[in-house]
């Protein structure tokens, strides 16, 4: 069920990213695949309707507050999508199109693409998860110092392709809902933009990865120097407050 869930999961991220190449396919296209991406999250929220439920559970921990306000952030800019989507269709809902103007459209690109960005934090921080499954079905059950070199080596080539393509897709003004005449070029490449995005994902995945990671490693350290301190500390209180006894004891053998 879980794989399942996750494959869905990763067909709803590819139709995002096919989406997002509006003047490579066409508006008909463009519409079924977001149609078929909402379709999608509806499934997802289905399948993890439980997490809601967990809310209050959440809240207890730095982590669990990240992640609902990354999850808060992505239903607000799911909606903004969905409800500019429908008002700028010319095929599915053209009936509606008539209250679609460029203002719109902007912030309907402008969705897209924090869309994209949160989506690609969201699958972050279930990475450990992600690997964990992927461990299961491959049946990986001891620790290599190799597989794990080479899996590092990966995510930071990645990442540094992602800030290469941040610059190359002009991505902060994109962000910043900038009006600018700076499009792909589908007639010289296609394929190079589909890595490009999916580079700028990975990008995200991995600085929300090994942030975790360090808050991770700085909450066991202080923990650990917490409950070492905790017995010196404890002595030293001890002998101070045997101070007054002994000195008033000296002074009685004087």
């Avoid at 499954?133 to 995510?155: C, D, E, M, P, Q």
């Avoid at 991770?216 to 010196?232: D, K, V």
């Amino acid at each position: 069920m879980f794989l399942t869930r996750l494959v869905f999961d990763l067909i709803a991220a590819g139709l995002l990213l096919l989406g997002l190449a509006y003047w490579w396919l066409g508006n008909t296209v463009h519409e079924l695949a977001g149609t078929g991406m909402f379709l999608l999250v509806i499934v997802h929220n289905i399948f993890n309707r439980r997490w809601y439920g967990r809310i209050p559970k959440e809240r207890r921990h730095r982590r669990g507050l990240f992640n609902i306000g990354i999850t808060l952030f992505l239903l607000i800019a799911m909606l903004s999508l969905l409800v500019t989507s429908v008002l700028i269709s010319n095929t599915l809902s053209g009936f509606m199109s008539a209250y679609g103007g460029f203002t719109v459209r902007q912030i309907h690109t402008l969705a897209a693409y924090w869309v994209l960005i949160i989506v690609s934090i969201h699958l972050g921080l279930r990475w450990p998860m992600i690997m964990g499954l992927s461990r299961n079905l491959f049946g990986i059950s001891k620790a290599s110092i190799v597989r794990a070199t080479a899996l590092r080596a990966a995510a930071v080539a990645i990442a540094i392709h992602g800030i290469w393509s941040s610059f190359e897709l002009r991505l902060g003004t994109k962000l910043t809902m900038q009006v600018t005449l700076d499009w792909w070029n589908f007639e010289e490449s296609v394929a190079g933009f589909f890595v490009h995005f999916a580079a700028i994902a990975g990008l995200y995945m991995t600085l929300t990865y090994y942030a975790m990671k360090w808050m991770q490693h700085r909450r066991a350290m202080n923990s650990l120097i917490g409950r070492r301190t905790e017995i010196p500390r404890g002595q030293k209180t001890a002998t101070h407050s045997d101070r007054p006894t002994a000195f008033n004891d000296q002074q009685a053998i004087r």
